[in-house]
């Protein structure tokens, strides 16, 4: 065996954090561990999972792309791993620079595990035209690099390939092989009853534009033990601290909205960590809605499910891997569930998943990784190691006024005001060093104007939420 073979290989993976990374639900949405979608977290927890060997160590990047890391980079890594969702499309345009520039610095291999172009449902890139330089300099990058580009379906190869490129390979998304080249999934019973436990999920778009809300509505009337999942930062902040800062997140007719039946009602969570997800999961009877991968985390845990597919980014997974689907835009308002359900058809999903499996870790070795399932111990080290952790529990709509329910936030926002206190102070002797006292003075007022300033930022996290919740119902 050859040194390069038995020295371990340290792995960077572009991820919001490592799934053994345990923090607060506070601390979590403060720091945005999921980048705004905690669906992101489902595919890079699985692609920490793969790449996990006795040969390999995969360490957490982070999600904010920093170019200048570059040296520290090439010196401490032997890969660079990048897991991505829709990022071919106009909102992600600065970040895919960021990232190019980076690229442009590494002397390392950077393989791209799955990213997928962002179109409406016809396919249609037009909306694309004018970011085709970014995404051509990006895949030009990247292959300069690697064997090959993964991407997660037929529109995004398709689009890549009509720029000129050849080394595409559809390889789909890294969550569906979390558990390797097995694939079971069975319904639970032959139809759904008003009794069964229904989780829907949906984003603001599809709620506001394609008429999810009435969906949502009309299967809360029916089904008791409906619950919905949000996915979003803005919507974990509605559920935690019962406000954000975010517009979108005015949208009454979305279940996070503390307005909302279901909010009230206390059938509305989101998970900061995928294990959470995923086990809470399992006591469900089946799932459907617009997120793809709050779908794909219900089938992780055994859940029948239905994506109703509002874009491209869906739609070709949902094709690739043979999830049940309907285009949104073609879904009756008053479709009940147990109508999906009943038509929803899993044969496909399952018993093409060992070739689909064999195509993606055939794309990992062409490009230089292994994969746990093939050199490794299946992921039992990971499993176990996860099981041991302390996970915090799902975020849960703010309707209690208890001192349990109320004390990890106070605690939060006073050591926030510390924080913001220090570093009030620490940017006054700055300031004094270079402009004086006088000047000083002068810009932020006499004695305790700098703590209040800090209090006041301190207070807007929970002081308006909390002054509502213990508001006397009028």
Known sequence: MTDELSRQRRI???????????????????????????????????????????????????????PSAAGRINEEYDVFVVPLANAFRPTFERPLKRMTQLIKKLRIPVVVLGVGAQADLKYDATRLKAMEPTVREFVTEVLNRSASIGVRGEFTEQYLKNMGFRDVEVIGCPSMFMNGETFTLEKKSESLTAESRISVNGSHSAVRSHGLDAIIRQTHERYPNLRFVGQNLLEAQLLHWRETSNPIGAQTSMPTHPSHPMYREGKVRLYVDPATWIDELRAFDFSFGSRIHGNIAALLAGVPSTVLCSDSRTLELCRYFGIPHRKISETPKNIDPAELYEAADFSELVNGHKERFLRFTGFMERNGLENTFHHGDSGKAFDIHMSKLALPPAVRPWTETDPDSLSSRFSFMQSRMNELSTENALLRSQLEKKAGPVSIKLQTGEGAAAWPSAYRRARRVVGRPVRRLLRPEQ
């Open 12 to 66: 960077l993976l572009r991820s919001g954090k490592s799934p053994f990374d345990v923090a607060s639900l506070e601390q979590s949405l403060d720091r945005d561990v999921f980048a705004t979608n905690a669906g992101n977290l489902i595919f890079s927890d699985a692609s920490h999972k793969i790449l996990t060997t006795p040969r390999a160590e995969v360490f957490s990047n982070g999600i904010r792309t920093d």
